[in-house]
């Protein structure tokens, strides 16, 4: 009894000046500043709102901390629920008044509502720390303005303090992971706080955080570190934030030489060995200047290059953005030209194709978010107007940057012009030999130019690139013409590049880190004696970067240079110095051991790698200005399927027979198919009539997905194996008659057998409608795989796309709003400001997915998108959205075919030109 009247004391230390707001609907409020033992950084505070009737379906705003002392820090707030007893659960009313009928209502409708909300709002609370151990006020607000001013009176006592800390720690890390999953940009700032947090609150990290995902299949784990996989990225960042290993024990303070080791071996790679390849085959001039090891992206005229610049321009310089906005800006096309200072002027467009007789983008890597190993190529038709051209363009861009230098480097016993920026944002060389020009942000592409040139070892050359040209021969005269060679794609998971790449991430995190732990720090007024930011030495001592920070094996660190911080061997994020620039000659045990299980992997499983043939051609539509079509042809030659596992085993052999589908079918595809389940070689097929489909959640769970289905306007069919449908599992295939050649199967299926079809779909209009057209046709072209999506403009499938792809545009937005809600909050960022230091954060601009700008309403101190029409984003998609993707997408085919020596996939797109809101 005494406990509880002390704890009751306690939360009713706030007393004067508070008031509420009729929006809280508060009752008594309860609050107490609590401060700890004698060695801790802070006090925690606690204010409760009691409500006076309980909020049931959607949650309140949350509510915001702030304090003219600028003593509040880390606030967290939550909604205190309890559960809402279930009629089932309620004693039994006695009769008389309908009360019996009353409640076997209520009991019906809790068993048909499985939507209806199980907890209720009963009151709400804010959490935070403070400094000082005098009086303070502080206040609430939940958007619709203010809830209160309180004063609050600190006390000291360890349990009380213990309690609370611990409650609000596992609170903020909650709201910390619930906003990472929502939002669509890199959780710096969240991963940051609760690392730096832990550390100076002594609370131990959340599970989340310092869980390490079985990254399963080693080679899986490679491709996902080469495709910049967020997971990847965010595991690094965690662990370096909170000063971790891979295995989450404390890393080393500082790497002595002698624990360092040399480079471990790569794969032990088997060559491929071509079929046979005529001695005629063609293969362009620029090829042969081409290393071998390089990718190489062939535009061919300089037109097709325009048309390229003009296709990304349309959506932003960012292809990407034609699918969906990210919740951040991708800049890479522009930043890469911006690097090697190549710029398309209205004058370049008019000289260009006078000048230059061919064109490819090469490269080893195109890691263009981080800095790629890249350049561009051109064949001069006059190299005096070229080599003028881009000579006066490059002392343009020296003289007008101070920050910028032009001078004459050598390599390999060349002269080379070089324009660069200490901090690498303009590193471009550009080298001439023999009538072409390389323009490259890398030197030892430069110097691999010019030994191609002298020794003739080209990609031209090889045997792979020659098959590649006698299957997709220059005649074809593609737009765009792309070669993934053996030698590129092995150099990609050579020790040198997978640790450099490793080391990369860290080196980001390390200057993503940097900058915010300054911004904490000057938050909680932790500043230099003469008021500028700490430095990293400083930061360390006080706590707001790990010990280990910068201790990397490379020697490499960073500096701040004016707002910007660099790492001082690969420069500024975004344009870092390419990783074949990189010299590495040892590494760390931990590396070591991390490549040699990849390698071991890839020599046993992968130890060859196929080449990649992509080409594309962009044809006019006749009759109608306003289209293209672009055909895309992709191939793998040659191949050795054993690789890729089951699921190359389960393809039959390419056929020249096709299905005839409905009319009325906007999606169709099949398959050419031969498994022990299925049985001989036989087609599937499957179509999808015009309709609202059911959402994606309702396919989750066994229950969900039946019910989905049975709504679903669609058929699955097989041929000229009918017997096929009956290998279903669970007996689905079989079934009693309905009527000439029709059954109902289990679980309320209809079944259509004759002609050698076998059809399936819950609704038999749907069988009847479509059996009429269904036919097996020969059609000349093999194929293992056929698909079509008919045009989406008008139809029904069109407003499902357009809402699926709104919902998941509205939460990214609605969630980017939030971060900087939190950013403003967590780290005393003013509005004015807030835009600028995430954009220094995260290293990109941050971006309304929904396609709005982020602006902060003076009134409501939050927030908002100027896309939401509100103060949210609406539930359905407004009269005038149309999601990127329905913009241009107006139908399309595609093939597959899986050969004993290749694989081979076509696709072919309607799109709709300058359909760009």
Same mark, same amino acid.
């Given at each position: 009894m005494r406990c509880l009247r002390f704890t009751f004391a306690l939360l009713c230390v706030l007393l004067p000046q508070a008031y509420a707001s009729p929006v809280a609907r508060a009752v008594d409020v309860l609050a107490a500043a609590v401060l700890g033992p004698g060695d801790q950084q802070y006090g925690i505070a606690t204010i409760e709102l009691p409500l006076a009737s309980p909020i049931i379906g959607e949650a309140p705003r949350p509510l915001t901390v702030s304090s003219d002392s600028g003593r509040v820090f880390y606030p967290v707030s939550e909604d205190v629920e309890v559960r809402i007893v279930p009629p089932s659960e309620r004693p039994v009313p006695e009769p008389g008044n309908g009360r019996l009928l009353g409640r076997l209502g209520k009991l019906l409708r809790e068993i048909t509502d499985s939507d209806a909300p199980t907890s209720q709002i009963v009151a709400r609370r804010a959490t935070f720390l403070f400094k000082g151990t005098t009086p303070f006020r502080v206040r609430l607000a939940d958007g619709l303005g203010d809830v209160g001013v309180y004063e609050l009176k600190p006390t000291r006592d360890a349990a009380v303090f213990g309690a609370s800390t611990a409650r609000w720690w596992q609170t903020y890390a909650a709201n910390a992971k619930q906003q990472i999953d929502a939002g669509d940009y890199?959780?710096?700032?969240?991963?940051?706080?609760?690392?730096?947090?832990?550390g100076r609150t002594g609370n131990p990290l959340p599970t989340w955080f310092t869980e390490t995902k079985d990254q399963g299949d080693p080679l899986l784990a490679t491709l996902k570190y080469l495709g910049g996989a967020e997971?990847?990225?965010?595991? @690094?960042? &965690?662990?370096?934030?909170?000063?971790? +290993?891979? /295995?989450?024990?404390? !890393?080393?303070? %500082?790497y002595e030489a002698s624990e360092l080791v040399g480079l471990p071996e790569g794969p032990q790679w088997q060559t491929a060995t071509p079929g046979p390849i005529d001695d005629d085959v063609v293969t362009e001039p620029i090829a042969s200047r081409v290393p071998p090891e390089c990718f190489y992206l062939?535009?061919?005229?300089?037109?097709?290059?325009?048309?390229?610049?003009?296709?990304?321009?349309?959506?932003?310089?960012? @292809?990407? &953005?034609?699918?969906?906005?990210?919740? +951040?800006? /991708?800049?890479?096309? !522009?930043?890469? %030209?911006?690097?090697?200072?190549?710029?398309?002027?209205?004058?370049?467009?008019?000289?260009?194709?006078?000048?230059?007789?061919?064109?490819?983008?090469?490269?080893?890597d195109l890691f263009?978010?981080?800095?790629?190993?890249?350049?561009?190529?051109?064949?001069?038709?006059?190299?005096?107007?070229?080599?003028?051209?881009?000579?006066?363009?490059?002392?343009?861009?020296?003289?007008?940057?101070?920050?910028?230098?032009?001078?004459?480097?050598?390599?390999a016993g060349r002269e080379v012009s070089f324009l660069a920026s200490a901090d690498n944002s303009v590193r471009s060389f550009l080298a001439e030999d023999d009538g072409y020009f390389l323009i490259t942000n890398s030197e030892t592409l430069v110097r691999r130019f010019f030994e191609v040139g002298q020794s003739g070892e080209s990609l031209a050359a090889t045997d792979s690139f020659r098959l590649s040209r006698s299957l997709v021969p220059i005649s074809r005269d593609d737009t765009i013409f792309a070669y993934f060679s053996p030698e590129m794609l092995q150099r990609l998971v050579s020790p040198e590049y997978l640790i450099e790449l490793r080391r990369r991430s860290s080196a980001q995190s390390d200057v993503a880190l940097v900058h915010l732990a300054r911004l904490a720090a000057t938050a909680e007024g932790v500043v230099a004696e003469n008021g500028d930011s700490l430095g990293v030495d400083e930061l360390i001592e006080k706590g707001f970067l790990p010990l280990s920070f910068g201790n990397r094996?490379?020697?490499?660190?960073?500096?701040?240079?004016?707002?910007?911080?660099?790492?001082?061997?690969?420069?500024?994020?975004?344009?870092?110095?390419?990783?074949?620039?990189?010299n590495i000659e040892s590494v760390t045990r931990e590396e070591y051991d991390w490549y040699t299980r990849i390698a071991r992997e890839y020599s046993e499983r992968f130890p060859q790698l196929d080449p990649i043939i992509v080409a594309l051609r962009r044809d006019d539509v006749p009759g109608d200005a306003t289209m293209e079509r672009i055909s895309i042809h992709a191939e793998i030659a040659?191949?050795?399927?054993?690789?890729?596992?089951?699921?190359?085993?389960?393809?039959?052999?390419?056929?020249?027979?096709?299905?005839?589908?409905?009319?009325?079918?906007?999606?169709?595809?099949?398959?050419?198919?031969?498994?022990?389940?299925?049985?001989?070689?036989?087609?599937?097929?499957?179509?999808?009539?015009?309709?609202?489909?059911?959402?994606?959640?309702?396919?989750?769970?066994?229950?969900?997905?039946?019910?989905?289905?049975?709504e679903l306007p669609a058929y699955l069919g097989a041929w000229p194996q009918p017997g096929a449908l009956d290998r279903l599992p669970l007996g689905l295939?079989?079934?009693?008659?309905?009527?000439?050649?029709?059954?109902?199967?289990?679980?309320?299926?209809?079944?259509?057998?004759?002609?050698?079809?076998?059809?399936?779909?819950?609704?038999?209009?749907?069988?009847?409608?479509?059996?009429?057209?269904?036919?097996?046709?020969?059609?000349?072209?093999?194929?293992?795989?056929?698909?079509?999506?008919?045009?989406?403009?008008?139809?029904?499938l069109e407003g499902w796309v357009n809402n699926e792809l709104y919902q998941n545009a509205a939460q990214a937005s609605r969630a980017g709003a939030e971060f900087l809600n939190q950013f403003s909050e967590q780290l005393h960022v003013s509005p004015e400001q807030a835009i600028d230091n995430v954009t220094l954060v995260l290293g990109v601009p941050l971006q309304c997915p929904l396609g709005g700008q982020y602006e902060y309403d003076q009134l409501e101190k939050r927030w908002r998108s100027t896309a939401w029409n509100g103060n949210e984003p609406l539930a359905v998609p407004p009269a005038d959205?149309?999601?990127?993707?329905?913009?241009?997408f107006r139908g399309g085919t595609f093939t597959m075919s899986q050969y004993s020596d290749r694989l081979v996939a076509d696709v072919e797109i309607t799109v709709a030109r300058g359909a760009v809101p």
């Open positions: 890199p959780p710096w700032v969240e991963s940051y706080l609760v690392a730096m947090l832990s997971a990847v990225t965010q595991e @690094v960042f &965690r662990r370096t934030a909170a000063g971790l +290993t891979d /295995v989450n024990l404390p !890393a080393e303070k %500082q062939r535009f061919g005229e300089f037109n097709n290059y325009l048309w390229f610049l003009d296709l990304a321009q349309e959506y932003g310089g960012d @292809v990407g &953005r034609m699918v969906k906005l990210r919740g +951040t800006e /991708v800049q890479a096309t !522009a930043r890469f %030209q911006r690097q090697i200072s190549v710029k398309i002027n209205q004058l370049s467009r008019t000289l260009g194709p006078t000048v230059v007789l061919d064109q490819a983008v090469i490269g080893r263009t978010s981080d800095g790629a190993t890249m350049g561009v190529i051109m064949k001069s038709a006059n190299a005096f107007l070229l080599r003028s051209s881009l000579t006066s363009d490059r002392s343009n861009r020296a003289r007008s940057d101070d920050a910028v230098t032009l001078k004459t480097v050598t390599i094996s490379d020697g490499s660190g960073v500096i701040s240079v004016g707002d910007q911080v660099i790492d001082t061997l690969r420069g500024v994020r975004g344009t870092f110095l390419p990783i074949a620039d990189v040659p191949l050795t399927p054993e690789k890729y596992g089951k699921w190359a085993k389960q393809l039959g052999p390419p056929t020249s027979v096709a299905m005839r589908f409905a009319p009325d079918d906007i999606v169709a595809v099949q398959a050419h198919v031969a498994s022990a389940q299925i049985g001989p070689p036989t087609h599937l097929f499957a179509g999808i009539k015009d309709t609202f489909p059911p959402a994606p959640d309702q396919f989750e769970g066994i229950l969900k997905t039946y019910w989905a289905l049975r295939g079989r079934g009693r008659p309905v009527g000439p050649g029709m059954s109902k199967l289990i679980g309320g299926l209809y079944r259509y057998t004759g002609g050698g079809f076998s059809v399936l779909s819950f609704q038999p209009e749907i069988l009847n409608s479509t059996l009429p057209f269904l036919e097996a046709t020969d059609v000349g072209q093999p194929a293992t795989v056929r698909g079509r999506v008919g045009s989406l403009l008008g139809s029904q959205y149309v999601a990127p993707l329905l913009n241009w």
